[in-house]
């Protein structure tokens, strides 16, 4: 795989995640109790980024501020993105070795 198309997939995944985070947390209230508990993980990162601003006395209202959700939500998928390439990456080179 060439290294465009490497750099292509990593940044469209980390914007499928980022936009899927974001819609998720904004359809997440209109969803019944049951699946509401069930899924209120996937709204982690922007649970602990509200927390922080708190603790951190910011004064950032992160669940009425749009724009904290979608970077909170950004910086989350680029971490992730990255762990999972690199976890890939070390398979990858271990079944090499083989």
Do not use: C
Request: charged share 20%; glycine share 2%.
């Amino acid at each position: 795989m060439s290294t465009k198309s490497r750099q292509a997939k990593i940044i469209l995944a980390v914007v499928l995640l980022t936009t899927f985070l974001t819609w998720f947390f904004y359809a997440h209230e209109t969803l019944p109790k049951p699946i509401r508990a069930a899924t209120a993980l996937i709204e982690t990162p922007v649970a602990i980024a509200s927390g922080l601003s708190h603790y951190l006395k910011l004064g950032i209202d992160v669940y009425k501020t749009p724009w904290t959700v979608i970077l909170t939500n950004f910086l989350f998928s680029v971490v992730v993105v990255f762990l999972v390439d690199k976890f890939f990456k070390r398979r990858k080179q271990k079944s090499a070795l083989k």
